[in-house]
């Protein structure tokens, strides 16, 4: 499998995992060893929520896919090694969270992912 092939294998999951709440789905695409780092309003771009290695990163998926909310991903993009795209969530009372997700593969797996997200306040 081409790492070409590998990013349309994984956005595909991503996709499914995000718009089904699977966590466990997207658990499975991380590298043992892959970091996560969050911006928002209370973790800043100078002090980003850092969590390291896949054991972090699952129980922060499980958080977040936990929470009742729907999320549609959008403007998908595909590299060799990298992929991209926007999360538009929603919670039942209408409060909406933009997140830009971008993801760095290392044999088809996830090894490093960036997540800036805003908000309604």
Do not use: W
């Amino acid at each position: 499998m081409t790492e070409q092939t590998a990013g349309r294998d994984n956005l595909e999951t991503l996709r499914r995992s995000h718009e089904q709440r699977d966590a466990e789905a997207a658990i499975n695409l991380y590298a043992d060893d892959a970091e996560l780092r969050v911006v928002d309003r209370t973790a800043p771009p100078s002090s980003p929520k850092v969590l390291s290695g896949k054991d972090e990163i699952s129980e922060y998926l499980r958080d977040v896919y936990s929470r009742e909310m729907t999320h549609h991903v959008q403007n998908e993009v595909v590299g060799e090694d990298r992929i991209a795209f926007n999360v538009a969530c929603e919670y039942p009372d209408g409060t909406r969270v933009l997140a830009s997700e971008n993801y760095e593969l290392r044999d088809g797996k996830i090894v490093e992912q960036v997540n800036v997200q805003a908000g309604d306040e």
